[in-house]
């Protein structure tokens, strides 16, 4: 079946401007993750969304950063304002239900590049 | 506090022989934990995963690991590298009870050498 995919693979933006970035889970998983991975860096927590409870932003780095899911499927990862130091890849990832054993299905990443 | 450690940050082996990926762990609760694969310009990929049956685990593409309490470690192993296998790798750790945030290892790099 379909993974977890990601758009765009690939974003160049200028300093001071917006960006959205796009993911749509594996159909049916209701825990849903954003991770971002800088380089020579292992992965930062950023968000978690699990079913209709409030989300998990506690990894969000300023509040430049913001997230939605819209009716428990496709998120959006916003980032207002980029600064050269958010230029890193993104990674969404989702789960069955979010258990403790549950595995996590990463999609391909969104490479963003603030110049 | 919970943490994981990858003992190295890159390792060179030759075509044929085995792999070994060091990785401890510091878990106040029983932890599920986690190996992960990343391949140049691919998405991260499940290995195997421990989540408190067998301690010796087995995934995919012949990998296993161990789960040593005594020693809190989570080693992966292969018994002959294959050269598909240089990648990335991702020790992680889950703690008990909160699937929210998983604890990354910085990685460790594979070079499989001909």
């Known amino acids: 079946g379909a993974g977890v995919s990601q758009s765009p693979s690939n974003k160049v933006t200028e300093k001071g401007k917006d960006v959205e970035l796009r993911c749509d889970p594996i159909?049916?998983?209701?825990?849903l993750y954003w991770y971002r991975q800088s380089l020579g860096q292992g992965l930062e927590f950023l968000i978690y969304?699990?079913?209709?409870?409030?989300?998990?932003k506690s990894g969000l780095p300023s509040d430049r950063f913001s997230a939605e899911r819209t009716g428990g499927s496709v998120s959006t990862l916003t980032i207002q304002r980029t600064q050269q130091e958010d230029s890193a890849v993104y990674l969404c990832a989702s789960s069955l239900a979010g258990g403790r054993g549950d595995t996590q299905y990463f999609g391909p990443g969104t490479r963003l590049t603030v110049l | 506090a919970q943490s994981v450690t990858q003992l190295d940050s890159h390792v060179s082996v030759s075509e044929g022989t085995p792999v070994l990926l060091r990785c401890n762990y510091s878990s106040s609760y029983s932890p599920s934990l986690f190996w992960y694969v990343q391949h140049p310009n691919k998405g991260l990929q499940l290995l195997l995963k421990?989540?408190?049956?067998a301690t010796l685990v087995k995934g995919i593409n012949g990998f296993e690991a161990e789960f040593k309490k005594s020693e809190t470690s989570f080693h992966l192993t292969k018994p002959s590298a294959h050269m598909s296998d240089a990648a990335e790798y991702f020790c992680?750790?889950?703690?008990?009870?909160?699937?929210?945030?998983?604890?990354w290892g910085l990685g460790t790099s594979l070079a499989v050498n001909p």
């Open positions: 969304f699990q079913g209709n409870s409030a989300p998990d």
């Open positions: 992680v750790l889950n703690r008990a009870g909160n699937n929210r945030k998983l604890i």
């Open positions: 159909s049916g998983h209701t825990a």
């Open positions: 421990y989540t408190s049956a």
